[in-house]
């Protein structure tokens, strides 16, 4: 079995934990956060670390490190804890879990996360340190870049390219062949159909209040 600590202790932590604790490969036996968030606890009966500290307490040679921040600085910050941590000599492990559909031949990228109900097709192809959650669809020949994040499905189509750190809302689609350059940020909801530069924002517009209340609209349309 082997031992597995944590990079984060906030909202990522919450939702890998349980997944790891119910996978017989592995146990978890702490948190590694900077130093300066060490004060802020576990919710988990773990003990949290600061990374000057990683070495003494979960030596590289004893533990492997599974990816579990969230996507601040347009995965900014994820990306550099990942890269601390190589430089320290930890393996980052790449954790798919046992409901995810992995179809593709080509190797998931190191320290990447795919969740379970995430569809990996043949030939897709997906870098190093990526956030891949559940009900993703990353469709064949699709490549996803390194320390992205794919939310809850989202659909990556057939040969679209998605840059180094993009963010990919829930339920946002990019359509064939598409690229979406890198650390560009795609709403929920939204669909991508051309070609967009990095570095920048695409939001699909919110539903507006329709002007009958619930109950009125139940009565004239027969909801």
């Known amino acids: 079995m082997k031992r597995i600590v944590l990079a984060g202790n906030a909202v990522t ?24 968030w060490v004060g802020g606890g576990s919710a988990f009966g773990l003990p949290v670390v600061g990374l000057s500290g990683l070495p003494a307490a979960f030596p590289a040679a004893d533990c492997a490190i599974v ?20 430089a320290m000599g930890y393996a980052i492990e790449t954790y798919l879990h046992p409901h995810a559909l992995i179809h593709t031949s080509h190797p998931i990228g190191e320290g990447s996360v795919i969740l379970p109900g995430a569809l990996v097709e ?11 959650w559940g009900n993703v669809t990353v469709a064949h020949h699709a490549t996803v870049g390194d320390h992205a994040w794919i939310a809850s499905g989202a659909v990556i189509s057939g040969k679209a390219v998605i840059g180094d750190q993009c963010f990919i809302g ?4 990019i359509v064939n062949a598409v690229t979406v350059g ?9 669909l991508i159909t051309r070609d967009v530069a990095p570095d920048t924002v695409h939001l699909a517009r919110s539903a507006e209040k329709f ?11 027969g909801f």
């Open 122 to 132: 043949p030939e897709a192809r997906i870098g190093a340190d990526t956030m891949v």
């Open 170 to 173: 829930v339920n946002a689609t």
């Open 67 to 86: 990816m579990a921040m969230g996507y601040g600085g347009v995965n900014g910050h994820r990306r550099s804890m990942f890269e601390r941590l190589k």
């Open 13 to 36: 932590a919450e939702i890998l934990v349980p997944y790891l604790r119910a996978d017989p490969r592995y146990t978890v036996v702490g948190l590694t956060v900077d130093d300066a």
């Open 182 to 190: 890198a650390a560009t940020i795609v709403g929920a909801g939204a």
């Open 211 to 221: 002007r009958f209340g619930a109950q009125d609209y139940a009565r004239h349309f």
